[in-house]
């Protein structure tokens, strides 16, 4: 059977030498604890913006089984931003579709992107060793970045000017310094138990199997959830592609089972069988069972301590939310911390990552819970409930909203965060302040490209062109803080972009429509791409204000 | 908001056909009837404050004996 492409590297079977650490006493900026997706792509972040960093990582492998295999459009997004989006979604299955099935009926099917103009997908399915695999790849590009496997976080100590760590190596146990540091350490974060935190939430009574299955399958590339197949009575079933002919199967088996006997072959393939038929042919990949939480810290930002990705918050499974939720984390986190370290943001900067990333960590335990309501009724009457709407669903429109199979992820939008400025002016549309813009084709220098590629990294001023002069935004004087400036115009018209910025064609007019745009609009992106502010006309005063409160200029005052 | 004065036409006629509909029906299939009907009633009324008016009725005097069956986590 296929499998790998010829010449691309087995990361799953990677080891990575120990190298010691030059420099020891050399304290350094910011050291990043955990070389998984989260770890990666913030350091990426960081050194792009001339950070160094120092990655370490406890072990020298990268994800052991496929986990986390669904990656949302918005992280796909920031992989583009990193450098390695096109590779994630060359190597991996592009889905849209969800069906849900009750017994052997469909009685659901959702689109996760109905609309065109879109660079990316509603999600790629790809194993996490690919992800971390191109991600360490883009890493190792970077002169920035420092990477040394075998290094085990085993004691953490802060005080208002530095961390110091100590790391345990293959040499014995050294001490690091450095002015931040970014725990992204995984569930079990070696981080947060140094420093006595303590994440608390919920555990769900359940337990699921993963089975990733190598096979030749006619399956279409979309989210199959069942709940109550005849294959696997009075339980549910999830099925994924994932690249190089693998599938994940993943079967609920109640509290009861147990996790030891249900990994065994002799366990696990009978239930394959009972899905693929008997005359299937399968190799089993990789085999898991698992409970899961739905839990967080109280903060995310402890001194010069930073949490991201599952050291900070856990989830459900149900809904992809573990992964790309981290992935924005990183992404949030990169820009501020890039800001503070380069003198250009005061510290109080970092306090908008934990007020933001806490919401957005809420935001995903609410809709996990509520998935895992639905698919693990915690009382007799949730489970009434839930039957109930499942048996409504095969003829009442309304119990097929109702039914549950996990709510896919989506990005947070920092409605209330202490950055953004609320709208002054009247505008329509889905598009709010706090939100992540939407993608639209564009055309740049005479070539066809994606709005996303053409923003972030840096605060941007976007101004809508029309008829008229446009506005002189030379008048800003945001100096010492970089800001992109970018003239949108109008679909057949090229632009004459002034001074310092350049012209982007709105190629289909969707951008215009996306962002409610009239001529004279203007919006101020953050450097992850979300809204800071917009208007519809520019006021210099306006924007410089909006600009030093998404800086943390205000954040103190308040 | 919430009606509670008399809203139906005929109230024994109603009454008798709600504890008829359950005739012969175990406890357990009795309550898989009810839930479906609030699911279908709920969808009917459809306002949120309405609703949760009568849910908030529903519950009242009523001290809560039982949990859920999930575990805190610490980690």
């Known amino acids: 059977m296929a499998s790998r492409a010829p010449g691309e590297p087995d990361y799953q079977r990677l080891a990575f030498r120990y190298e010691p650490m030059a420099g020891r006493g050399e304290r350094r900026p910011v050291i990043v604890v955990g070389a998984g997706p989260v770890g990666l792509a913030a350091a990426i972040d960081l050194a792009r913006q001339g950070v160094p960093v120092l990655l370490i990582d406890d072990d020298d492998k990268l994800s052991q089984g496929s986990r986390a295999i669904c990656f949302a459009k918005r992280t796909l997004e920031i992989f583009d931003r990193l450098g390695c989006g096109q590779r994630m979604v060359e190597k991996g299955v592009t889905w849209n579709r969800g069906k849900v099935f009750v017994r052997d009926e469909e009685v659901y099917a959702f689109d996760l992107l109905p609309e065109g103009g879109h660079r990316r997908p509603a999600f790629v399915n790809l194993q996490q060793y690919y992800v971390e695999g191109f991600l360490l790849d883009c890493a190792l590009a970077l002169p920035a970045i420092d990477i040394r496997w075998r290094h085990r976080l085993t004691g953490i100590s802060q005080d208002e000017n530095g961390v110091t760590i100590e790391v345990e190596t293959p040499e014995g146990t050294q001490s690091l310094a450095c002015d931040w540091l970014i725990a992204a350490d995984g569930a079990r974060s070696a981080t947060r138990k140094a420093l006595g935190l303590v994440s608390s939430g919920r555990t769900f009574r359940d337990r699921f199997l993963i089975a990733d299955v190598r096979m030749e399958a006619d399956f279409p590339a979309e989210r199959w959830f069942w709940f109550d197949p005849p294959f696997h009575p009075n339980r549910s079933v999830l099925l994924h592609q994932q690249p190089d002919q693998v599938w994940r199967v993943d079967f609920q088996l109640g509290w009861e089972a147990d996790p030891i006997e249900e990994q065994k072959p002799e366990k696990v393939m009978p239930r394959l069988r009972a899905l693929l038929g008997e005359a299937a042919e399968f190799e089993l990949e990789w085999v898991s069972v698992y409970t899961f939480s739905c839990l967080r810290l109280d903060r995310f930002r402890h001194g010069r301590v930073l949490f991201a990705g599952d050291s900070a918050h856990g989830v459900s499974p149900f809904g992809a939310r573990g992964a790309n939720s981290g992935i924005q984390d990183a992404e949030n986190l990169a820009w501020k911390l890039g800001l503070v370290v380069k003198g250009l943001a005061p510290e109080t900067l970092l306090d908008s990552y934990d007020a933001e990333r806490v919401e957005a960590a809420d935001e995903n335990i609410l809709a996990s819970t509520r998935s895992t309501d639905f698919i693990t009724p915690k009382s007799e009457a949730s489970r009434d409930f839930r039957d109930a709407a499942l048996d409504l669903a095969r003829d009442c429109p309304f119990a097929r909203r109702l039914v549950n199979s996990g709510r896919l992820s989506v990005p947070s939008t920092y409605r209330t965060s202490p950055l953004t400025t609320a709208d002054r002016d009247a505008f329509a549309g889905p598009l709010e302040p706090g939100a992540p813009v939407p993608d639209a084709p564009i055309r740049i220098g005479g070539r066809e490209g994606w709005f996303l590629d053409e923003v972030g990294g840096a605060f941007t001023l976007i101004v809508f062109a029309g008829q008229g002069a446009l506005p002189d935004t030379d008048a800003l004087r945001p100096d010492p803080l970089p800001l992109d400036r970018i003239v949108v115009t109008p679909p057949g018209q090229d632009g004459d972009p002034p001074l310092h910025a350049r012209a982007v064609e709105d190629r289909e007019g969707l951008l215009a429509r996306r962002f409610d745009a009239a001529p004279g609009t203007v919006y101020l992106l953050r450097p992850d791409q979300h809204v800071c502010a917009r208007w519809r006309s520019f006021d210099a005063a306006a924007v410089a204000a909006a600009l030093q409160r998404a800086a943390g200029g205000e954040i103190g005052r308040c | ?75």
């Open chain 2, 1 to 75: 908001m919430l009606n509670t004065e008399t809203n139906l036409p005929s109230p024994d006629d109603f009454y008798e056909e709600l504890v008829a509909l359950h005739r012969d029906l175990t406890p357990e299939q009795s309550r898989q009837v009810n839930a479906r009907l609030i699911l279908l009633l709920a969808n009917h009324v459809g306002d949120p404050a309405v609703l949760r008016e009568a849910m908030a009725r529903a519950r009242r005097g009523i001290e809560p004996a039982g949990g859920d069956a999930t575990l805190p986590a610490r980690a």
